[in-house]
C-alpha cells in the first residue's frame, strides 16, 4: 500500500518510475519561501475564522518557521516520494508537531497553493526585474548625455542614412525599454490577486475569510472565480510576453554592439572584463556578453511559445499539465534577471571612438538629405532638388570625393541655386544640429531627453 497523503483509496503503491515523473520536487522547491508564507496566512485565516485555535496556530507558526530554517541552512530532506514542494513540507510539520500538522490544509487545496505560491514568486521577481531595468536604463541615459555631441552615421538599409548622435541612438534604446517598463508594471496588477481559498476548484464549505489572507499575503483583492483562480495562467503567460519582447531588445542592442566592435566599423570598444580571447587566434577579443543574450533570447521566446501550447487545451479546471509552467517560467526569470544585470553593468562601460565615428559618417554622402533641404528653403520644388542632390552624389562616387570636399564651382554644375553657405549644412555638425525639436537628433534635444527620461525614472 501506498503511504503517499492522498494514499487512502489506493491498493498498490506508485510504480517507481511514475513517482519519479509526476514529482516536481526538483523544481518547484524554489517555491519553499513563498510556499510557507501562504501557509502562514492561510492558518492565520483559519484561526481568525474559528477552524484553527490560538494554541494550533502558534504550533504551526513556529513548525513552519523551523522548516524554512532547516531549509535554508541546508538541513531539510527534500523526498521525491512526497511530490513536490508542497507536500514536503506538510509532510516536515506534521512530523515535527504531530497532528495539528494535518490540520494545516482545512479549507484548501494544492491547487490554490500552487498558484498562490507562484504569484508570490513572480511577484517578488517583478519588482527586482524593474529594479534593473531602471538601473540599465539609467547607464544608457548616463552614456547618451556623455555622447549627446558624439556624431555617427544612422543607418537604414544598414546603409549610411543621415548623420545621428550616439546620445540619440542610445536613448533611442532606452525607450524601448520604458516600454517593456510600463508592460511589466501592467502585468504585476493581474499577478498581484489571490486565489487563495479557491480550494480544489468550487470553494469550499469552511466559513473562509478570501479577502483576509489575501490581504496578510500583500495581495490587491481576492481573485472572483474559484474555477478559473485554480486554473489562470494568464499571468505566466504575459509575463513571459514581456521578457520575450524585453530579450528582443536586448538582442537588437546586442547585434549593433557586435556589429559596432568589429574592425570593419569599429565605433566602439567593450571593456576587456566582457569580453572573451580566442584559444588558437591570439589576436582575438571577442564580445562574447552581447552575443550571448543575443543568442539567449531564443529560449525566452521558447518559453512564451510553450506557455501558450502548454494551455491551449486545458479544460477547467486544474490539470496536471499545469506542473509544466514552472521551468519555462523559471528558466525566464533566471535567463533575464542575468541578462539585465550583464547590460547594466556593461553599458556604462562602452567607450565611443569618435574619429572613426565621425570618419563613417563623413563617407557614404550622409548630408544629401541637408542639400536637398538647402535648395528647397531657395525655393526649389522638392523631387527637383532630390534629383539635383542625385546627380551631385554620382559626380562624388565618380570622383570619389564626399559632399562638402567638393568646391562651390563643381557643386554649382547640378543648380545654380546653390551658394556659398551651403558649406554650413553640409557638415557634420550643421546637419545634426538642424534637427532641433522634440525627438530629433540635435544634440541640445538629446540632452532635453534625457532629462526627461531621468525625471521618469526618478518618479518610478
Ligand atoms: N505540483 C503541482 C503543480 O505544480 C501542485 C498541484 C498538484 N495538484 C494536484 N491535484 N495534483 O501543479
Known amino acids: 500500500k501506498t503511504n503517499q497523503q492522498w494514499g487512502g483509496r489506493f491498493t498498490e503503491a506508485t510504480d517507481a518510475f511514475v513517482e519519479r515523473f509526476t514529482a516536481s520536487v526538483s523544481f518547484d522547491r524554489r517555491l519553499y519561501n513563498h510556499d510557507i508564507n501562504g501557509s502562514l496566512a492561510h492558518a492565520k485565516m483559519l484561526?481568525?475564522?474559528?477552524?484553527?485555535?490560538?494554541?494550533?496556530?502558534?504550533?504551526?507558526?513556529?513548525g513552519l518557521e523551523q522548516i524554512r530554517s532547516d531549509i535554508q541552512s541546508g538541513n531539510f530532506n527534500w523526498s521525491v516520494q512526497l511530490e513536490d514542494v508542497h507536500m514536503n513540507i506538510e509532510s516536515a510539520l506534521t512530523a515535527k508537531i504531530g497532528i495539528t500538522g494535518k490540520k494545516l490544509h482545512t479549507g484548501r487545496s494544492r491547487n490554490d497553493q500552487v498558484a498562490t505560491d507562484i504569484r508570490l514568486y513572480l511577484r517578488d521577481e517583478i519588482d527586482l526585474i524593474a529594479a534593473e531595468l531602471t538601473r540599465l536604463q539609467e547607464g544608457?541615459?548616463?552614456?547618451?548625455?556623455?555622447?549627446?555631441?558624439?556624431?555617427?552615421?544612422?543607418?537604414?538599409?544598414?546603409?549610411?542614412?543621415?548623420?545621428?548622435?550616439?546620445?540619440?541612438?542610445?536613448?533611442?534604446?532606452?525607450?524601448?525599454?520604458?516600454?517593456?517598463?510600463?508592460?511589466?508594471?501592467?502585468?504585476?496588477?493581474?499577478?498581484?490577486?489571490?486565489p487563495l481559498g479557491a480550494a480544489a476548484l468550487a470553494g469550499t464549505t469552511y466559513p473562509i475569510d478570501r479577502a483576509y489572507s489575501a490581504e496578510l499575503l500583500g495581495f490587491e483583492a481576492p481573485t472572483e472565480n474559484s474555477l478559473d483562480s485554480v486554473s489562470d495562467r494568464d499571468f505566466a503567460i504575459e509575463f513571459s510576453?514581456?521578457?520575450?519582447?524585453?530579450?528582443?531588445?536586448?538582442?537588437?542592442?546586442?547585434?549593433?554592439?557586435?556589429?559596432?566592435?568589429?574592425?570593419?566599423?569599429?565605433?566602439?570598444?567593450?571593456?576587456?572584463?566582457?569580453?572573451?580571447g580566442s584559444s588558437i587566434m591570439p589576436q582575438k577579443k571577442n564580445p562574447d556578453v552581447p552575443e550571448?543574450?543575443?543568442?539567449?533570447?531564443?529560449?525566452?521566446?521558447?518559453?512564451?511559445?510553450?506557455?501558450?501550447?502548454l494551455m491551449k487545451s486545458q479544460p477547467l479546471a486544474y490539470n496536471k499539465d499545469n506542473q509544466e509552467d514552472k521551468e519555462p517560467l523559471f528558466d525566464t526569470v533566471d535567463t533575464i534577471k542575468d541578462c539585465l544585470k550583464a547590460y547594466a553593468d556593461m553599458i556604462p562601460a562602452i567607450t565611443a571612438k569618435k574619429e572613426?565615428?565621425?570618419?563613417?559618417?563623413?563617407?557614404?554622402?550622409?548630408?544629401?538629405?541637408?542639400?536637398?533641404?538647402?535648395?528647397?528653403?531657395?525655393?526649389?520644388?522638392?523631387?527637383?532638388?532630390?534629383?539635383?542632390?542625385?546627380k551631385s552624389v554620382a559626380y562624388g562616387i565618380d570622383t570619389g570625393k564626399d559632399l562638402s570636399d567638393m568646391t562651390l564651382e563643381e557643386l554649382q554644375q547640378f543648380s545654380d541655386t546653390i551658394e556659398q553657405d551651403v558649406f554650413e549644412v553640409l557638415t557634420l555638425e550643421g546637419s545634426v544640429a538642424a534637427r532641433d525639436h522634440i525627438g530629433g537628433t540635435a544634440p541640445r534635444q538629446v540632452r532635453a531627453a534625457a532629462?526627461?527620461?531621468k525625471q521618469l525614472l526618478a518618479s518610478r
Open 451 to 453: 532629462q526627461r527620461a
Open 292 to 309: 550571448l543574450v543575443r543568442g539567449k533570447s531564443g529560449r525566452v521566446t521558447g518559453h512564451l511559445i510553450s506557455l501558450l501550447t
Open 356 to 390: 572613426s565615428m565621425r570618419e563613417a559618417a563623413r563617407r557614404g554622402f550622409s548630408t544629401a538629405t541637408d542639400l536637398a533641404d538647402y535648395l528647397v528653403r531657395a525655393g526649389m520644388p522638392f523631387r527637383d532638388a532630390h534629383e539635383v542632390v542625385g
Open 140 to 194: 544608457l541615459i548616463f552614456v547618451a548625455e556623455r555622447e549627446a555631441d558624439t556624431i555617427m552615421p544612422g543607418f537604414t538599409h544598414l546603409q549610411t542614412a543621415q548623420p545621428v548622435t550616439f546620445g540619440h541612438h542610445l536613448l533611442a534604446w532606452s525607450e524601448m525599454l520604458s516600454r517593456d517598463y510600463s508592460r511589466l508594471l501592467d502585468c504585476r496588477k493581474r499577478v498581484n490577486q489571490s
Open 241 to 276: 510576453a514581456f521578457s520575450a519582447l524585453l530579450m528582443t531588445h536586448l538582442s537588437r542592442f546586442s547585434e549593433e554592439l557586435v556589429l559596432w566592435t568589429s574592425a570593419q566599423f569599429n565605433f566602439i570598444d567593450l571593456p576587456d572584463r566582457f569580453c572573451t
Open 47 to 62: 484561526a481568525k475564522v474559528g477552524v484553527l485555535n490560538a494554541e494550533e496556530l502558534e504550533q504551526i507558526e513556529s
